[in-house]
């Protein structure tokens, strides 16, 4: 199978990139780096699947040039990596561990050498198990601890890196991990949840003052969607759609770009919100110059039964699925992309920051034939490049991902890869989909 696509088909200085982000490549043990709330949920029973951590991963730590070379080979332009805080700063707040530091910019000047853009992430998970104690996201002296970070990593490698994200995901930071607890701290409160969903983005606004402070520009925020639908004509599954619209799609773009919450959730989860959160949005809306998409699937929803907002819960639907039980609907990456613009962005540019797929891929006489991926990459690629066509100003697409990696509360076996790794030896082997996009590529 081949990737249907060429560079020709999508504008001049499209980026084709990849992506991975700290905990789940480096390897936490390495480095001086300190503990984050990710070892600490992991070394809980029941959290993580074989109670697999990010220990030693793909050992990207040490391997980091023959994978920056493997980018290269492929002939992408541009690699999105993220920043460990819990290596910058062991502590969360206070003492700085040069060795992270040093590594970060010897991960950037590595990129640059290779003629490969840097598109750095500053926060992809790992919060500093020290400010977990301190109450981590619920916790509104976060803003401000975030900042701090921002400034240390930035004053090393902000004049070199080509763009700037704030945060991965707030979504998964606030809502995956306070309301439903599947990720990292594991906590099941709607007033944790809620004050986690205004408190990141008020650290987002910071940090972004930050890093215009230090004389940066190209400065975003990756925000991660999921396209809901009622799982039937009931009003209850229509409501159920709404609020999971709600609070995954619109409630952060609402934050940065309408300084207002969408009254819809608002309506249900005011009441948890730090007093006087409204003063906040004027840092909140500090301006951006792009926003990254991550995308991956659609969502049926239908009443719980429970009478307790959000109402909803999920349906299995019938579209075909990858090994994250995800379904396979590129529409919704068009959707997104085309209102993200209509609605909120209104021109600026945006990326792709993720999008990909996880399989059961295995090595075979030195081949793994990963066709389900490149044929969900081509589906994909042809949602965006319709996007550009209905006026969208999409700047670059990051495959997830790089390497097959630390798929979180999932442990190490669902692999997003275009690369193989075998956790046992760390080999990497391209996948066929590697393959054929460097043919694409060429
Ligand atoms: C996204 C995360 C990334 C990876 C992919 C599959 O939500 O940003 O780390 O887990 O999903």
């Known amino acids: 199978m081949t990737i249907n696509f060429k560079r020709s088909d999508f504008p ?32 809980t029973p029941g959290n993580v699947i074989r109670g697999e951590n990010g220990a030693r991963a793909c050992d990207h730590y040490h391997q980091w040039a023959n994978d920056l070379d493997l980018i290269k080979a492929c002939g992408l332009d541009s690699y999105r ?99 439903m607890g599947i990720h990292a701290p594991g906590v099941r409160d709607i007033r944790a949840a809620t004050r986690a969903m205004h408190h990141v983005l008020v650290a987002h606004g910071k940090s972004i003052q930050t890093m215009r402070g230090l004389g940066m520009d190209n400065l975003g925020v990756v925000m991660n969607f999921e396209y809901a639908q009622a799982a039937d004509d009931t009003p209850e599954s229509e409501r159920a759609a709404q609020l999971y619209d709600g609070i995954y799609n619109r409630w952060f773009l609402g934050g940065v770009f309408k300084q207002a919450y969408p009254a819809d959730i608002l309506a249900e989860v005011e009441q948890y919100l ?11 809306a500090a301006p951006v110059d792009w926003l990254g998409v991550n995308y991956y699937t659609r969502k049926l929803l239908t009443d719980d039964g429970s009478g307790l907002f959000p109402y909803y819960k999920e349906v299995t639907g019938p ?5 994250m039980e995800w379904e396979v609907y590129p529409q919704g990456l068009h959707h997104f992309l085309t209102w993200a613009n209509k609605e909120y962005t209104n021109g600026l540019p945006i ?37 550009i066509a209905d006026g969208s100003p999409i700047k670059g697409y990051f495959i997830w991902s790089l390497l097959d990696n630390y798929e979180w509360s999932l ?32």
Not at 365 to 384: C, K, P, S, T, W
Request: overall charge negative; aromatic content about 14%.
């Open 12 to 43: 001049d200085n499209f980026e084709f990139g990849a992506a991975t982000s700290a905990y789940q490549i480096e390897g936490s043990d390495f480095g001086g780096c300190g503990r984050s709330q990710w070892d600490d949920f992991a070394a």
């Open 319 to 323: 579209l075909p699925k990858t090994a």
């Open 274 to 284: 730090p007093f006087n959160y409204q003063d906040d949005f004027p840092t909140i």
């Open 411 to 442: 442990g190490y076996d669902k692999r997003f890869g275009m690369i193989h790794v075998d956790f046992d030896t760390l080999k990497r082997t391209p996948k066929n989909s590697y393959l054929a996009l460097q043919k694409a590529l060429a």
């Open 351 to 387: 990326y792709i920051t993720e999008n990909g797929m996880a399989s059961y891929d295995d090595v075979k006489d030195g081949e793994v034939a990963d066709d389900m991926r490149i044929d969900y990459l081509n589906q994909h690629f042809a949602a965006a490049k319709q996007a």
């Open 81 to 179: 990596f993220s920043t460990s805080w819990a290596r910058v700063m062991p502590e969360g707040r206070g003492q700085v561990n040069q060795q992270g530091l040093d590594y970060y910019e010897q991960l950037v000047d590595g990129l640059l050498e290779r003629n490969i853009k840097p598109y750095a992430t500053l926060y992809h998970w790992e919060l500093p198990s020290a400010l977990l104690d301190l109450g981590g996201w619920r916790n509104p002296d976060i803003a401000d601890w975030f900042a701090d970070f921002t400034e240390v990593v930035m004053q090393r490698i902000g004049d070199r890196v080509e763009a700037a994200a704030t945060f991965n995901e707030p979504w998964c930071i606030a809502w995956l991990s306070h309301f």
